[in-house]
């Protein structure tokens, strides 16, 4: 059973961050932004699909565990597929959508997930016509990707979409990784001068989604609200394998486009010096991913 945390904690985070959301934007303003965060991820997508963790069975057990049916399901910013695998192992069959076509390249290929790209924005007909049928979904996932969408008109697609009363919707993500105190003492500070290099949308991350504007019902009596409920993911990297997943954030692409090299060699010095204290070469990477799940109840 995953841990919960409070739905009364961070009630403050939560003003502040859905703030952001409610801006007055234009639907021109809206567009560009949506293009800008989906164009973040062209670029290192072999880093992506190389070093990014996928997530536990645990979770996906937990989520299906909540949806009635088990026939289709909407993984939306697949990227390179790290959900939409394991969800083809429960669900009948999987759309699996991303705006980057060269994230979808290095998806794992099965015969029951169909991958699609999309534009960043898509219309109501869009929608219905490359994703799904009117209330035809049992559940929507979105892995480390929610905080990139315009959430209004996102949500008002899922409600439209999911079966009602019991459609669920299921989006996480994760924060910092842990590896040992060595490491993290060197991580931790490093991670906070990458801040300038991450869009806005990453403190909603940072808050471990308590933050982020969530309007669904919570699915059963056996948690009292939507989340976040916490799990771990684990992957085994070497320092190759570590600096790799750090290549893969969108604020080390955009600090490189600024002519900035987070990875400097004082930096490297001081992550190799680190890593190599325990003698182990290749080692345990937990980062913590933090759960928001909700139904979709009767919505017209
Ligand atoms: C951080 S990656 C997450 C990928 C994968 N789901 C995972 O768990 O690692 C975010 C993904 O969302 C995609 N993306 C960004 N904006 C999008 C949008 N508006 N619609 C669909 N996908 C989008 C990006 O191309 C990228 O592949």
């Known amino acids: 059973m995953p841990r919960g945390t409070s739905p009364h904690m961070g009630a403050l985070h939560r003003i502040v961050l859905s703030g952001f959301y409610k801006m007055k934007r234009s639907k021109g303003q809206i567009r560009e932004r949506e293009r800008e965060m989906a ?8 880093d992506y699909a190389e070093a990014r963790p ?3 069975e645990e979770l996906f057990q937990f989520i299906a565990s909540k949806t009635p049916n088990h026939d289709l399901v909407w993984d939306v910013g697949t990227g390179s ?3 939409a695998n394991a969800l083809a192992g429960i669900y009948k069959n999987v759309v699996a959508t991303d705006t980057s076509q060269k994230q979808l ?9 169909q991958y699609k790209c999309t534009p960043p924005t898509m219309t109501m007909d869009e929608v219905e016509r490359i994703v799904a049928a009117q209330s035809s979904l049992d559940l929507v996932t979105i892995a480390q990707a929610l905080h990139w969408f315009d959430l209004p008109t996102f949500y008002h697609q899922v409600k439209w979409l999911l079966k009602k009363p019991h459609g669920v919707i299921a989006a996480w993500c994760y924060t910092i990784p842990e ?8 991580f931790r500070p490093f991670y906070v001068d990458s801040k300038p290099y991450w869009d806005p949308a990453r403190k909603l991350v ?11 019902e919570r699915v059963d009596d056996e948690v009292d609200h939507t989340g976040p409920l ?3 993911t684990k992957r085994v990297m070497d320092l190759e394998g570590f600096f790799r997943y750090i290549r893969s954030w969108s604020a080390y692409q955009t600090a490189k486009e600024k002519g900035v090299e987070l990875l400097r060699d004082d930096v490297v010095e001081s992550f190799k ?5 325990d003698g182990e070469d290749r080692k345990a990477v937990v980062f913590p991913v933090h759960l928001r799940i909700g139904k979709v109840g009767n919505f017209n």
């Not at 590896?179 to 060197?186: E, F, K, R």
């Not at 010096?273 to 204290?277: D, N, V």
């Open 206 to 216: 940072d808050d471990k989604y308590r933050g982020i504007e969530f309007p669904f």
């Open 81 to 83: 597929g790290q959900a």
């Open 273 to 277: 010096r680190a890593w190599s204290e």
């Open 179 to 186: 590896v040992n105190d060595c490491v993290d003492t060197i």
């Open 230 to 232: 916490e799990f771990k």
């Open 39 to 46: 164009d973040l991820f062209h670029k290192q997508a072999d």
């Open 105 to 113: 390249d290095f998806a794992p290929k099965l015969p029951n997930i």
């Open 54 to 56: 996928s997530y536990p």
